[in-house]
């Protein structure tokens, strides 16, 4: 049998799903226990079934489920794995997914469509979720989906410690993709000392995953670049700011994001020239078939480990959150630069 954490008359339990399960080892080596050991298969028909092997009456439940392809059926089966433990007399259940799924669909882009992410949080609820542990959240707002606490952590302190430790030396400027990154990128651009760009796009809402890079606005002419993101799906989006970049004088074009979903054929075209390296975490699991010469992987499994540590003690997790600063000034300064940069 697993050796379960006590602290006190408290019993922490650590889960895992199937879908990446070496980041869940990881964590529970950090945290100095073990996984609490669970049957799961597919029937033929495709459905999932769950079940643990060890007492869990009691326990402080954390469910760690990462979601890749095919996200339904890792959604499924983390939902599966809470409801067992509700009828299994967990004291409390807290649903980490360091990606969570659904987070683009956040809102209504055009009527007589669903709000998805609202959607996975009343599922998780339903399923008898207490609490949420994710990532780097697609939109802040789909903390406020879930009826109960969600912790929101962030995975650019350690991105970009790794950043400056490796280019730090080298004349950076940071840079958003499009204008609803601005907010975060102005972090990175205060922790790095660096000043900010900002690549304007326009995307057709009829036509996933097709993006146009156009104006950009902000000096690289001669800088190492950081085109900073949440996550790289496709790499359309990425891979097209990164050839703007360039086109206007970049000497080099770091990219960094924390979840690598890496959809076909973002392999191919993150390896293109417009791209010089590429730095993620493993929120996703980055499978040989996702490897390339410039990708740098870092683990997200001690910022985890700390969250749940945290939660677990009572403890404050506001110490893993980066200072947030009112960027609006900037912004706004910024695109009132669109029109002198047209004439130059």
Not at 96 to 110: E, L, T
Not at 145 to 168: I, K, T
Not at 308 to 314: G, L, R, T
Request: hydrophobic content about 45%; proline content about 6%; charged content about 20%.
């Amino acid at each position: 049998m697993s050796e379960i954490t006590i602290t006190g008359r408290k019993r922490l339990a650590l889960l895992s799903g199937r879908a990446h399960q070496g980041l869940a080892l990881e964590i529970a080596e950090l945290l100095g226990t073990e996984l609490v050991p669970t049957t799961a298969y597919d029937f033929a028909s495709g459905e999932t079934f769950v079940r643990f092997e060890e007492s869990v009456r009691g326990v402080d439940a954390f469910v760690i489920q990462a979601h890749p392809a095919p996200v339904n059926h890792w959604l499924m089966e983390q939902l599966l794995m809470v409801d067992a433990l509700k009828r299994a007399s967990a004291k409390r259940i807290t649903v980490v997914s360091p990606f969570f799924p659904y987070a683009r669909q956040d809102k209504k882009h055009k009527g007589r469509e669903p709000i998805s992410a609202r959607l996975v949080t009343d599922l998780y609820k339903a399923a008898g979720a207490n609490r949420l542990i994710s990532v780097d959240l697609h939109t802040p707002q789909i903390q406020g989906f879930f009826d109960g606490p969600v912790d929101h952590l962030w995975a650019l302190p350690m991105l970009c410690d790794y950043v400056a430790a490796n280019w730090g030396n080298e004349p950076l400027t940071v840079v958003s993709p499009d204008s609803g990154r601005v907010r975060v990128a102005d972090i990175w651009a205060d922790r790095l000392g660096a000043p900010l760009a900002i690549v304007h796009k326009r995307r057709d809402p009829d036509v996933p995953n097709q993006v146009t890079a156009h104006e950009l606005v902000g000096d690289v002419e001669g800088r190492t670049c950081l085109l900073v993101d949440d996550m790289i799906d496709t790499a359309g989006t990425i891979v097209a700011a990164a050839a703007a970049l360039k086109k206007n004088g970049a000497a080099r074009v770091i990219v960094a994001a924390t979840h690598a979903i890496f959809s076909d054929p973002a392999v191919e075209r993150l390896s293109s020239e417009a791209v010089d390296a590429v730095v993620v975490t493993n929120t996703l699991p980055v499978g040989p078939d996702k490897q390339f010469d410039k990708l740098v992987v870092l683990s997200i499994a001690p910022l985890i480990a700390k969250a749940i540590s945290a939660v677990f003690d009572d403890d404050s997790v506001n110490s893993l959150w980066p200072t947030v600063q009112n960027v609006v000034g900037v912004v706004v300064n910024l695109f009132n630069q669109v029109g002198a940069f047209k004439k130059a």
